[in-house]
T-cell receptor, first 114, second 112 residues
Framework: AQSVTQPDIHITVSEGASLELRCNYS??????LFWYVQSPGQGLQLLLKYFSGDTLVQGIKGFEAEFKRSQSSFNLRKPSVHWSDAAEYFC????????????FGKGTKLSVKP | GAVVSQHPSRVICKSGTSVKIECRSL??????MFWYRQFPKQSLMLMATSNEGSKATYEQGVEKDKFLINHASLTLSTLTVTSAHPEDSSFYIC????????FGPGTRLTVL
């Protein structure tokens, strides 16, 4: 069965520092991969997605992610974090055999120090 | 971008009562909507897939008689938690599919 692992439950970075959030997946075929951000009181917002092609994907808000098949990873990065980036981040893989259902990781909470 | 709303955003009810949560796609039509449940510090778990005009598809372990889903129109799906118990207290999130999934802000259910 497909699964998504986000090893870091909580990460704190200083404003202006770089960020990398880890995501590992388990999937037999080429996965469809997503990163979402959840802010308090708001719905999940799609940051970026990978379906095929270039393994480095650019998203909104200055985020990018790199698909590495050999490592079964899809880590999210941002070169310079802003205080407004503090939120919960979820990695997800699409369950291709089941009407496009998304399987989520447990999330990583990002805190930003001034 | 596409907007999905949920109502209510927060509800408190007594044990044994039923609660209805609405999920609406505001500026697009969605033949497919999804209902998720999120426990504290946990991932979103898919409960069911709601298809307009047909029965919902429930994930394994989700009681279809307890979590009633109705997708009567292309912009509205409802989740009714019947005979709610304290263990049903959770954060319920819906999404609507329009080339990708767009998520509602969630509904916090507290059962006393």
């Amino acid at each position: 069965a497909q699964s998504v692992t986000q090893p870091d439950i909580h990460i704190t970075v200083s404003e202006g520092a770089s960020l990398e959030l880890r995501c590992n997946y388990s999937y037999g075929a080429t996965p469809y991969l997503f990163w979402y951000v959840q802010s308090p009181g708001q719905g999940l917002q799609l940051l970026l997605k990978y379906f095929s092609g270039d393994t480095l994907v650019q998203g909104i808000k200055g985020f990018e992610a790199e698909f590495k098949r050999s490592q079964s990873s899809f880590n999210l990065r941002k070169p310079s974090v802003h205080w407004s980036d503090a939120a919960e981040y979820f990695c997800a893989v699409e369950d291709g055999g089941s009407q496009g259902n998304l399987i989520f990781g447990k999330g990583t909470k990002l805190s930003v120090k001034p | 971008g596409a907007v999905v709303s949920q109502h209510p955003s927060r509800v408190i009810c007594k044990s044994g009562t039923s609660v209805k949560i609405e999920c609406r796609s505001l500026d697009f039509q969605a033949t497919t909507m999804f209902w998720y449940r999120q426990f504290p510090k946990q991932s979103l778990m898919l409960m069911a897939t709601s298809n307009e005009g047909s029965k919902a598809t429930y994930e394994q372990g989700v009681e279809k008689d307890k979590f009633l889903i109705n997708h009567a129109s292309l912009t509205l799906s409802t989740l009714t938690v019947t005979s709610a118990h304290p263990e049903d207290s959770s954060f319920y999130i819906c999404s609507a599919e329009h080339n990708e999934q767009f998520f509602g802000p969630g509904t916090r259910l507290t059962v006393l």
